[in-house]
């Protein structure tokens, strides 16, 4: 889990949005699509690793992933679920 203070500060690279954790219905939907094969980041990379935890932006759009407790906050390691 994000520390609170620290959550309250972040913010999505890409629009300044506030960001708030993935609930356990989001990282599902996501992993799912991850596990469909078809998943890439907004960089064009290919995802195929599951999330454990993310971060989601305000509008709901755009996830972040967070590996080993640190969100990688990179408009490049966005996901788009389902795009």
């Keep these: 889990m994000i520390d609170k203070d620290l959550l309250a500060i ?4 890409e629009t300044h949005q ?3 954790e993935a609930d356990a219905a989001l990282l599902a939907r996501v ?3 991850i596990a469909g094969g ?7 990379r290919a995802v195929t ?3 454990a935890a993310a971060l989601v932006r305000a509008d709901g759009k755009v ?3 967070v590996r080993d407790g ?3 906050l990179l408009v490049d390691e ?3 679920p389902g795009a």
């Design 31 to 33: 992993n799912a699509w």
């Design 18 to 20: 506030s960001l708030a």
């Design 38 to 44: 078809k998943a890439a980041n907004k960089g064009g």
């Design 49 to 51: 690793d599951k999330l």
């Design 78 to 80: 966005g996901l788009v």
């Design 63 to 65: 996830v972040y992933p």
């Design 10 to 13: 972040l913010a999505c690279p």
């Design 70 to 72: 640190i969100p990688v």
